[in-house]
């Protein structure tokens, strides 16, 4: 991973001094193991304060959402999905953008790792595919496929789908993932097991909104949650607002999330919404054959209209 | 006041007796979860004593994450038709067990906004007033604790009304308050402890406290004026990983902004107060649809300056923060108020403008 920072800080630092950018936008190191924090460098001489790791995991392109200035900003593969979306979406243009592409293998889920480790932990090194973790005396080495996100498990677009330059070789992609599994999992529910199944999901829910606000996805100006003149959403944990609130957010990303999983890893209450997300996702890939943010220049199926629609209720 | 010895083999016994005389309250493992939260015990329930934190804070024990205020009805045949009426609330003695001494002392902070001269929220201060609080010393401080700096600690008794410290095969309780002793009395707490239990608790205070890494200092802050904070040019740098998803606000122990709203079915409603947190554009809204804190900028820098600035000058007391460093292990981005207070009190204004002048 040294061998991405080191690149990354070249690359940026020649990026600032030659005034190709104003700023990047990427991650210095964090303040607790497995924890990185994003950051902008406008001043080259700071771009050694650039890391790169498997404790990447937040979606950068939250941080250009309707910025003007010229930016370059490091983007692993989903990052650079939703890159994508953000230009089709007018979130940012395509000319404002210098894209350091970073061939992802994968982020680590610091909650699965701490699970798993009795003592607090102290230090998390990583090596290869190996994760050594230290802390109160004890240390344990673990294989880095086990703790990985899960929709890092089930990734088929680690590399970047656009980029100005790679800080690295591309890396291969996997392959016979069953994306799907937990999905199929629900659907072959009855009902009433759907339903209790929603309702114990969704049952810690504090309403902080975090999901939202760390999703790349989530810009609108005022949600429809926040909407107070009138009220759409009530504010109480009342389960049926509170499902609301959830529902409605899963389907305004049908055909645009990338399962970055940034909702999953924000919420505090460990409360997983990538299972509304990746059915809306599942269906957009069966109904249409649709992957969000692989490419600019097909309109996403749900703001597109064709006259052959084969549906008769939208003619 | 008395230190009691109570062997563990007797404690889950003690228990079951106060649970006669008290709604209990403590950690419990949450399932498939991996994190604890404080909760009402049911009556063969234990409060979890090896838990090293909980998610939440126990907060919620006196300001619930939504309560009903009061009701009403417009229903024009109903003699309470337009009245606001309070519900009926359950303010019989309640103890909480199992409480780490910062989330006590984060109390005491919240009472001072609660609970004032002018001002009594009595919904907060009734639950308030009905707890008795069963404190758990921290043997082993995690490495985000900074309690010391702040004024509580592993150890610290204010806002306690039992000290428990687990010593192994006992737990030893020093009785603070009356009301401490009332409730030692309901579990039949006996055995006293005498002078040994009192050099055992000190030894395990002073190890816990050396212990503590983590530290942060506000003496600059404090002799900064607020405007010069308030301008300083940090402000873009700290909140620019921040999504704003007020996290934060919802594990901090000391966080107490609400919300207020009529939720209406048919002719009848409730008057709710529920968390609301500075980090939300909706919190600053006028009626208008001008925001005084639009921006993520001002809104980061309104959490940092309420707790470590205005607080601090306000009531001359400390910082609106007790150090159990909930925030710092939740924040989806790694924004460490340790380093925010740092950088805060670290601050001098104009110094750019001398080195240039120079």
Known sequence: MSAYTDKIKKIAGRLLQECRVDMIIGFRKGSLPMMNEPCFIKNPADVDKLVWDSNCGINLANYVTDRKEKIGIIAKGCDSRNLVTHIIENKIKREQLYIIGIPCQGMIDRRKIAAQFQQEIETVGEQGDKITIAGGGASQTLTKADVIQENCAVCIHRNPVIYDELAAELVEEQKDVDRYAEVRQVEAMTPAQKWQFFEELLAPCVRCYACRNACPLCFCPTCFVDESRPQWVGKTLDPIDTRTFHFLRAYHCAGRCTDCGACQRACPVNINMRAFTKKLEKDAFELYGWEAGLSLDVRPPLDTFKPNDPEDFIK | ?358
Request: charged share 25%.
């Open chain 2, 1 to 358: 006041m008395k230190v009691l010895k109570i062997d563990k083999k007797d404690w889950a016994g003690g228990i079951q007796k106060a649970h006669k005389a008290y709604r209990l309250y403590g950690p419990v493992q949450v399932k498939d979860k991996g994190f604890s939260e404080f909760q009402a015990l049911g009556p063969d329930a234990m409060p979890d004593m090896t838990a090293t934190d909980t998610r939440l804070s126990p907060k919620s024990i006196a300001f619930p994450p939504q309560e009903v205020m009061m009701v009403f009805t417009t229903d024009e045949n109903s003699e309470l038709c337009n009245q606001m009426q309070v519900p009926q609330k359950d303010y019989a003695p309640r103890a909480i067990i199992g409480i780490r001494p910062y989330d006590a002392a984060a109390f005491l902070l919240v009472k001072k906004n609660f609970d004032t001269p002018e001002y009594r929220d009595p919904y907060w201060c009734d639950a308030y007033e009905a707890c008795t609080f069963i404190g758990l010393a921290v043997n082993t401080p995690s490495a985000l604790d900074f309690s010391t700096s702040t004024k509580s600690g592993p150890f610290d008794e204010n806002g306690l009304d039992v000290l428990l410290v687990d010593t192994g095969n006992h737990y030893l309780a020093k009785i603070l308050t009356d009301k401490g002793a009332a409730f030692a009395k309901s579990a039949a707490w006996e055995t006293e402890a005498g002078a040994a239990g009192e050099k055992q608790i000190a030894e395990l205070k002073a190890s816990a406290e050396k212990q503590i890494r983590a530290t942060v200092a506000f003496d600059n802050i404090q002799r900064q004026s607020i405007m010069s904070l308030y301008e300083a040019d940090f402000w873009e740098e700290v909140a620019f990983a921040c999504i704003n998803c007020g996290t934060c606000t919802y594990v901090c122990p000391t966080c107490w902004c609400f919300d207020i709203q009529d939720e209406t079915h048919a002719k009848c409603g409730k008057r709710m107060k529920t968390w609301d947190s500075c980090m939300y554009p909706l919190f600053t809204i006028h009626t208008t649809g001008h925001n005084p804190r639009g921006t993520k900028v001002q809104r980061v820098r309104q959490r940092f300056m309420h707790k470590l600035k205005y607080f601090l000058d306000k009531y001359e007391d400390g910082i609106m923060c007790v150090g159990c460093g909930r925030c710092i292990r939740s924040c989806p981005v790694n924004i460490d108020i340790r380093k925010v207070c740092d950088i805060m009190n670290s601050y001098s204004a104009g110094a750019d403008t001398c080195a240039l002048k120079k």
